[in-house]
Nanobody, 121 residues
Framework: QVQLVESGGGSVQAGGSLRLSCAASGRTVSFYRMAWCRQAPGKERDGVAN????????FNANSVKGRFTISGDNAKNTVYLQMNSLKPEDTAVYYC??????????????WGQGTQVTVSS
């Protein structure tokens, strides 16, 4: 059974940095892509960044461009999110997600339990 486990969340003041990690277990082959999403209180879950292992292509939401960087190790099915210049509006539960398909045609098949990030002004 595939499990995604996030770590690295916490509380930080505005302008600070955090690094989130997500490690997958229960799968012997690489995912097609992995991602970070977040959900703030009272809001829908939104995509933050994702990485496609083939070619290393990454995508970042406009709200985090220039501040957040997604990276990882496809052989280990591990993904990271380096978050710099954090803002109070970045406060949310951050979720790791993975696409178990071979062509990325579907959505996200697996989700982690989430890790809280709180940014104070």
């Amino acid at each position: 059974q595939v499990q995604l486990v996030e770590s690295g969340g916490g509380s930080v003041q505005a302008g600070g940095s955090l690094r989130l990690s997500c490690a997958a277990s229960g799968r012997t082959v690489s995912f097609y892509r992995m991602a970070w999403c977040r959900q703030a209180p009272g809001k829908e879950r939104d995509g933050v960044a994702n990485i496609r292992w083939s070619g290393g292509r990454t995508f970042n939401a406009n709200s985090v461009k220039g501040r957040f960087t997604i990276s990882g190790d496809n052989a280990k099915n591990t993904v990271y999110l380096q978050m710099n210049s954090l803002k109070p509006e970045d406060t949310a539960v951050y979720y790791c997600a993975a696409d178990g398909t071979t062509d990325g045609a579907g959505g996200w098949d697996y989700w982690g339990q989430g890790t809280q990030v709180t940014v104070s002004s």
